[in-house]
């Protein structure tokens, strides 16, 4: 139902924009997430975003360096990535809560995922 897009490699300090858009999903009916998987980790809430992009939420681990929005009328959410760093390597998933209207980092609240962008920073 959705499609990720804009992953690639880049180095070190360097910036990639995520895309998560769907054909047949109003997106903006829904709280959507960002979330990541590394090798041999747990899945990872990364940032959140209210249907009407009000409130955005943000993993402690991406706050100043990450940012989350979203074009209800494109129906596609962005994650804005800066200043990569190595440790941000990971598949990134889009994600949309079924029902609620607060933002979550809990990847249990989202019931609609995406296939996933491969994110890869390395020198």
């Known amino acids: 139902q959705f499609v990720e897009s804009g992953g690639g490699l880049v180095q070190p300090g360097g910036s990639l924009r995520l895309s998560c858009a769907s054909s047949?999903?109003?997106?903006?009916?829904?709280?959507i997430g960002w979330f990541r998987q590394a090798p041999g980790k747990e899945r990872e809430g990364v940032s959140s975003?209210?249907?009407?992009?009000?409130?955005?939420t943000y993993a402690d681990s991406v706050k100043g360096r990450f940012t989350i929005s979203r074009d209800n009328a494109k129906n596609t959410v962005y994650l804005q990535m800066n200043s990569l760093k190595p440790e941000d390597t990971a598949v990134y998933y889009c994600?949309?809560?079924?029902?609620?209207?607060?933002?979550?980092?809990?990847?249990?609240?989202?019931?609609?995922w995406g296939q996933g962008t491969q994110v890869t920073v390395s020198s």
């Open positions: 047949g999903f109003t997106l903006g009916n829904y709280v």
């Open positions: 975003i209210t249907s009407r992009g009000v409130t955005t």
């Open positions: 994600a949309a809560k079924s029902s609620g209207i607060l933002g979550s980092l809990r990847a249990t609240a989202y019931t609609y």
